[in-house]
């Protein structure tokens, strides 16, 4: 995705490339939580991935900050943005 404004470009970059990296842990998030075979709160795996899910989306958001709204806005039209489940 091209920004808008070549000053943005960088942090819209980092952005959209840590969505992508939260897409990933969540789908490997939603194929541990479903073949938990103990509770949740049990399940090492699930707390690391989970862990791994939020500082991705943190991330994602930091970067979010620094951009523009209809930049922001761009992202959160696109097919990555709805893949998640924000």
Do not use: H
Request: proline share 1%.
């Amino acid at each position: 995705m091209k920004a808008k404004t070549k000053a943005n470009q960088s942090n819209l970059n980092k952005a959209i490339a840590w969505l992508v990296k939260y897409n990933a842990f969540n789908a490997k998030r939603d194929v541990i939580y479903d073949n938990l075979e103990c509770e949740e709160y049990e399940s090492k795996e699930l707390r690391r991935i989970n862990k791994k899910c939020e500082d991705s989306f943190d991330k994602y958001e930091c970067y979010c900050d620094e951009l523009p709204a209809y930049e922001v806005a761009r992202i959160e039209k696109t097919e990555l943005f709805k893949q998640g489940s924000y």
